[in-house]
């Protein structure tokens, strides 16, 4: 049975007393952060986590400070009854479901937005493609997630691992917080689920739902062009760029970026060296397409 847990110390306390009757001497915590709405993305966190963890532990928190747009926030989907019966369907044993008060105590005065003195600044990292058309994103998730590790990671033995389970499709969130995790030494081994995608490899998105018939077939020029890099990677040839970006333009899709780029920097790969790629690396799409901007992201290499 699920336990949702509003406060810090009964979060603490329910994980310290689910590591003392675990089974195994080493158990395994498997910590999902979220900020809610649960999609069938993040049943397959749930579920990596679920599967290899003696006890699953999840967050419901809606992070202010990593929306650039007020109003973004304020419509963001609340909705913990409905999202509590996935977390069971899915044998998670411990949600912490915090205010916003027990995150960030204290207020910027005159108003109820949280003010906390100190907070993550993620350098370069993070004002890179989606962070550069969203100012402050990237310090306000590492700022939550340095937070959520700590607070679950305190009542743990030395003894016991703690997995935190991240989405790949968020490839520049997951890159950013595996520096994160090694930059402050942060007690947690960074895991990451591969993209979950609809039948004609759309990556799914809550933002989906919003695409007309249309729209969707544009959408499907994102994936399209990923795969086609991948298997001129795969084949050893020469990444077009220039052409894939223009069949996602013709497919009627705004295009904003399509970059390779290292998978532990994000920075740009120089093609002009490194064709045909020899070593692993990152495609990077974002488009708007209608009303909606999509990410997307794949693996390439040659033997990828
Ligand atoms: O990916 C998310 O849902 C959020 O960015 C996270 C990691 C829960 C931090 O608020």
Known sequence: MTQILRTIPELQDALAAAVEHAEASTPTV????????????HGELLRAARESADIAVASVFVNP????????????????????VLLEEHGVDLVFAPSLDEMYPGEVEGSDAPDPQVRVSVGDMGRMWEGASRAGHFDGVATAVAKLLSIVAAPL???TVLQAWFGEKDAEQLAIIRRLAADLNLPAEIRAVPIVRDENGLALSSRN????????????????????????????????????????????????????VDPATLKELDLSEVAPLRHEALTLIAARVGPVRLIDTMRIGPTV
């Open 30 to 41: 498997g910590f999902v952060p979220t900020m809610g709405a649960l999609h069938s993305g």
């Open 65 to 84: 400070l990593q929306f650039d747009d007020a109003s973004d926030y304020l419509h963001y989907p609340r909705q913990l009854e409905a999202d509590a």
């Open 209 to 260: 739902q919003r695409l007309t018939p249309e729209h969707y077939q544009s959408a499907l020029s994102l994936s399209g062009a990923l795969r086609a890099l991948a298997e001129d990677a795969r084949r050893g040839r020469p990444l077009n760029i220039p052409l894939q970006s223009a069949h996602v333009r013709s497919a009627g899709a705004d295009l904003d970026y399509l970059v390779v």
């Open 157 to 159: 033995g030395r003894r």
